[in-house]
């Protein structure tokens, strides 16, 4: 996963739907995303969240043993483009179709991160 970016979107994927303040962490959010930092891997943050609620989120993730290469953008990607799209070799969120995702409780669901990172690697494997 070495210098690999991964986009990763916040409420649903990192943690629990509960906006605007910040829900409790997904199961193996910050597991996964910690082993993929020790393997190299550049986490985007790339959410729906702006100003206090981006930070407390930021901060969130922060408190939680992960920092992100970038927010909201991937800070390599004004070398080649002005897209404010992040560029990302995948992308993680609850919201994209196909993502495994998990039902509790007739809450919103969330990511399932045992299976993301299944995906992940197998995905990151075909290249």
């Not at 990763?8 to 629990?16: K, L, R, W």
């Not at 080649?80 to 669901?109: F, H, M, N, V």
């Amino acid at each position: 996963m070495k210098n690999i970016p991964l986009v990763i979107d916040f409420d649903g994927t990192i943690a629990e739907h509960s906006y605007p303040a910040i829900g409790e962490p997904v199961p193996h959010a910050f597991e996964t995303m910690k082993q993929w930092q020790k393997e190299g891997a550049l986490l985007i943050l790339f959410t729906m969240r702006s100003g206090k609620e981006l930070a407390d989120a930021v901060n969130f993730c922060k408190e939680n043993g992960v920092v992100f290469y970038g927010v909201q953008t991937n800070p390599t990607q004004s070398q080649w483009t002005s897209s404010p799209k992040a560029y990302g070799e995948l992308i993680i969120d609850d919201a994209a179709a196909g993502c495994p995702i998990i039902i509790k409780d007739k809450r919103r669901p969330y990511v399932n991160w045992l299976e993301i990172d299944k995906i992940v690697r197998i995905r990151l494997s075909q290249k």
